[in-house]
């Protein structure tokens, strides 16, 4: 072939069929691939929803009442506490104690004092958390999990022997306080015992089809 400028053109070559069976071969592993990493990516994602599952159901204890809850943790319940609720969740590496009740923000107040070092004021939860289901453990009591709470929520806490108030001094466990002041006059306290070692005496675990049932509520 001879162009206009008189040079001649060279015929483009194909490649050669071993070549092109190459490239074919890796455009379908490829693509195989591409499906196998999918595939693989769906069941993470299932095996992560039914792990986070197990872990919401698995091992609530039957019984634990707001007062048996009270004494494992060391921390008295004002007696004029109304929606009272606990529940005690049994782990592979610790344990984990809830006790919820509703007081007015007066003895609110006062009990936070008590509860801390020098009186020292519990402090605003300015930066919430974004909700986790896998450490969701206070919607066992229908409640929010309190760091995940912003507005009108305060957040505290003490471990054994931080205070000597006749609230805070037989503390058995270290515990975080939540005070969430969600209507006028009322507040609710929320504790959280992080619980190691055998509980005396242990209630009664549940199997998990009992998990949805809830937790035990005072009056």
């Given at each position: 072939m001879t162009t206009m400028a008189g040079s001649v053109m060279e015929p483009r070559r194909r490649p050669p069929t071993w070549l092109r069976r190459v490239l074919i071969g890796a455009g379908v592993t490829a693509g195989l691939l591409g499906v196998a990493y999918a595939a693989l990516l769906l069941l993470g994602v299932k095996m992560w929803d039914d792990l986070v599952q197990r872990e919401q159901s698995c091992c609530w204890a039957v019984g634990a009442t707001p007062e048996w809850m009270s004494g494992v943790m060391g921390l008295p319940v004002p007696p004029a506490a109304t929606d009272r609720r606990a529940a005690f969740k049994s782990g592979s590496a610790y344990d984990t104690g809830l006790l919820v009740f509703t007081v007015?923000?007066?003895?609110a107040q006062r009990y936070?004092?008590?509860?801390?070092k020098s009186g020292a004021v519990a402090v605003d939860n300015i930066h919430p958390q974004e909700p986790h289901p896998a450490s969701n453990r206070f919607a066992r009591l229908g409640l929010p999990e309190p760091e995940t709470v912003g507005e009108n929520m305060r957040l505290s806490g003490l471990c054994p022997g931080d205070v000597t108030t006749p609230e805070g001094k037989d503390v058995?466990?270290?515990t975080k306080v939540f005070a969430h002041?969600?209507?006028p006059g009322s507040t609710r306290l929320f504790l959280r015992a992080t619980?190691?070692?055998a509980v005396t005496p242990a209630p009664t675990m549940g199997p998990p089809e009992d998990s949805g049932k809830g937790g035990d509520s005072g009056r």
């Open positions: 007015t923000d007066a003895e936070l004092e008590a509860l801390n058995h466990y270290c002041a969600f209507q619980i190691e070692g």
